[in-house]
C-alpha cells in the first residue's frame, strides 16, 4: 500500500477508537439530573469575581438577582480592581431589579502566587462563609441564569453526597456559549466538541471515576468539602482553574457532575477571530503542562486525526489511489458524525461538520502561538495581567 493509504488508514482507525473508547464524548445528553426537591432548602452564596466587566453585566446580573430561589441567597460580587466602574453598575443593577441582596466588595492586588480570578474567588468565599451557606455558586460576570437555575443545581446537588443518594460536592454546567458571528459559528462548538473529548462527561460523572473536570462558568460547590480541599488556596496558581477545582474536590473525595447546560448561557461576545484566539491561546499551552514534547506530540497528533482525511482524499483522488482515498473519506465522515450532535446542540446547520478539519487547525496555530507566547516571557494574558510561568492543568 501507498503512504497516502496508510496514512488514510491509520486516521480511521483513531477515529474508530475515538467514536467507541473515548466515553462517547461526542454524545450531548449528560445533562442536569433532576432530583427531588430537598425538605428545607439550604442557604447558598453566589460569589460572582468580575474584572472589567461592566459591559456585559446588564445582560447576565439581573438573572442572578432574579433566582426564584426557596431557601436564603446572597450575591457577592468581588470587582478585581476594574477600571471601566464594574462595582457601579453591579450596585446600580441591583437597584434597579432587586431580588437577591447583592454585596460588592473589592479584594485588592492579587498576591505573589495567586492569579486574579483566584484571588478574587479567595476573597468572595471568605465573605459568603461568615454566613455558614451550605453551597457556593461560583459563577463568572458573563453567564446568564434562567430564574430556576440555582434551584435546579441545588436539587441536583443535595444529599449526603454518597452514591447512595444520588448527592454531589460539586455540580457544574458548561454554558451555552453565544454563536452569533460567522467566527462564533465556527469555533464555539468545536471548543466544547475538543474540552469532551479531553475530558469525557461520562467517564467524569461515572462512581470511582479517576477523570475530573469542571466548567469554571457555572460550579455549585459544597461548602464543607470546599474547606476540606483548601479552595481555593490549593489552586492559586492554575490557570485552567475550573479543572483544577475539579480535581482538589475529587482528592478530597468529593463526588462530581459535569454537563452541558440548557438554562445557563454566557452573554459574552466574541465577534472576531481574534477574540476567539486570545480565549484560547491563552490557557491552550498550560493544558499541555508547558512541554515542548507533549506539544510536538499534540501537533503530530492532531495533523494525523483531523488534517489528514481531507488532504490525503484530494490527493489520493487527484494520484488514483482507491484504498487512501476511501480510508480518508470514511474518516471524515466519521469525524463529521461526531461533531453533529454539538452542532445541533448549538442549534448550528449540520452543513458546518465537515469543517471541522479547518476549524481545527485554527486550534492547532491557537496552540502553537500559545506556546509562543509563554517562551517569550508573556505567559496567559488576561484582562491586563501576565502570568509568565503559571501552573498547568492537572492530569487527569
Known amino acids: 500500500m501507498s503512504a497516502l493509504a496508510w496514512t488514510a488508514l491509520g486516521s480511521l482507525a483513531a477515529w474508530c477508537w475515538l467514536l467507541l473508547g473515548q466515553g462517547f464524548f461526542w454524545r450531548t445528553d449528560q445533562r442536569l439530573p433532576g432530583r427531588q426537591a430537598p425538605a428545607v432548602w439550604p442557604d447558598v452564596a453566589v460569589v460572582v469575581p468580575a474584572r472589567d466587566e461592566a459591559a456585559v453585566l446588564p445582560g447576565s446580573l439581573p438573572s442572578l438577582l432574579g433566582q426564584r430561589y426557596p431557601g436564603r441567597a446572597e450575591i457577592v460580587l468581588v470587582d478585581d480592581n476594574s477600571g471601566d466602574g464594574t462595582g457601579e453598575v453591579a450596585r446600580s443593577l441591583a437597584e434597579r431589579h432587586g431580588g437577591l441582596p447583592l454585596r460588592v466588595v473589592t479584594p485588592g492586588e492579587p498576591e505573589p502566587g495567586w492569579t486574579g480570578k483566584l484571588w478574587a474567588l479567595r476573597h468572595g468565599i471568605a465573605l459568603a462563609r461568615a454566613n455558614d451557606p451550605e453551597f457556593l455558586l461560583l459563577t463568572d460576570a458573563d453567564i446568564a441564569h434562567e430564574p430556576d437555575s440555582l434551584r435546579k443545581l441545588v436539587a441536583a446537588a443535595h444529599g449526603s453526597g454518597d452514591a447512595g443518594t444520588g448527592g454531589y460536592d460539586l455540580v457544574s454546567q458548561m454554558a451555552r456559549l453565544r454563536v452569533e458571528s460567522g467566527w462564533e459559528r465556527l469555533v464555539v462548538p468545536a471548543f466544547v466538541y475538543f474540552f469532551a473529548q479531553l475530558y469525557p462527561f461520562r467517564w467524569i460523572n461515572s462512581a470511582g471515576a479517576r477523570t475530573a473536570a469542571a466548567a469554571g462558568g457555572c460550579v455549585l460547590l459544597r461548602t464543607a468539602t470546599a474547606v476540606r480541599a483548601n479552595v481555593p488556596a490549593s489552586i492559586r496558581h492554575a490557570v485552567i482553574d475550573d479543572v483544577s477545582l475539579a480535581r482538589v474536590v475529587r482528592r478530597a473525595g468529593g463526588r462530581i457532575w459535569l454537563g452541558l447546560a440548557e438554562r445557563v448561557d454566557s452573554v459574552r461576545p ?123 492543568a492537572p492530569d487527569r
Not at 480518508?328 to 452543513?351: E, F, S
Not at 479547518?358 to 495581567?385: C, E
Open 270 to 392: 466574541y465577534p472576531r477571530l481574534a477574540d476567539l484566539w486570545r480565549m484560547v491561546s491563552r490557557s491552550a499551552y498550560a493544558q499541555l503542562r508547558h512541554n515542548p514534547l507533549v506539544l510536538v506530540a499534540t501537533v503530530a497528533g492532531l495533523a494525523l486525526v483531523y488534517l489528514a482525511p481531507p488532504v490525503v482524499l484530494a490527493a489520493a483522488t487527484a494520484a488514483g489511489d482507491p484504498v487512501a482515498a476511501w480510508a480518508a473519506g470514511l474518516a471524515w465522515a466519521v469525524m463529521a458524525g461526531t461533531y453533529a450532535p454539538m452542532l445541533r446542540y448549538y442549534r448550528q446547520p449540520l452543513l458546518l461538520a465537515p469543517t471541522l478539519p479547518f476549524t481545527a487547525l485554527l486550534y492547532l496555530l491557537m496552540t502553537v502561538d500559545s506556546a509562543v507566547q509563554h517562551h517569550r516571557g508573556r505567559g496567559a494574558a488576561w484582562k491586563g495581567r501576565t502570568y509568565a510561568r503559571p501552573e498547568a
